[in-house]
């Protein structure tokens, strides 16, 4: 048989000309965990009309357009991420009235700042509120972003932050 369940966990994607890591399909179940997505030429990801996703510990950094941008009715869980200097929202929730049934389950403890029109779209929109109980908003303080270092420094509000998301289903 096959599995519509697909990773990209531990990566370093960069430079490309468009998205670093994009998806579409109504039956898709991504986990997006623990990777570096930044200066790509379009959003740094992209997941759209999946079934649900789950979407942790990365950082999206640098992209031309959005860090995030999640489009339709999944049902995610998008924790413990950081969303900085990019040129459009950290994270946009691209929205549809035919598309009722979406839900967003889980939005904890995710990090903003510098994103370019703001950390995110979704203020409310029935589907969940602000960025997300626990979540911080400040400079990173990343070591070489630049250069692809995003360590953060003694006094970032990344360290010590987020949650342990293992046990959430």
Do not use: M
């Not at 579409?24 to 649900?52: D, I, K, M, W």
């Not at 950082?59 to 031309?64: E, Q």
């Not at 200097?85 to 700042?113: I, M, Q």
């Amino acid at each position: 048989g096959t599995s519509n369940e697909w990773q990209v966990h531990h990566c370093r994607i960069h430079g490309n000309g468009g998205r670093g890591i994009s998806s579409f399909g109504s039956s898709l179940r991504p986990t997006v965990c623990n990777n570096l997505v930044y200066n790509n030429g379009s959003q740094g990801a992209h997941l759209g009309n999946a079934e649900s996703a789950v979407v942790d510990g990365n950082v999206f950094y640098g992209n031309d357009s959005h860090g995030l941008e999640l489009f339709s009715r999944i049902t995610t869980r998008v924790t413990n991420n950081s969303f900085a200097g990019n040129g459009g929202y950290g994270l946009r929730y691209a929205t549809s009235s035919s598309w009722a049934g979406r839900r967003l389950d889980v939005f904890l403890s995710n990090h903003a700042h510098g994103n370019t029109s703001g950390h995110t779209n979704a203020v409310s929109d029935g589907a969940f509120t602000a960025f997300g109980v626990g979540s911080v908003v400040g400079d990173p303080l990343f070591k070489d972003a630049n250069n692809g270092d995003f360590t953060p420094q003694a006094g970032s509000p990344l360290l010590n932050a987020g949650i342990d998301a293992g046990g959430l289903t």
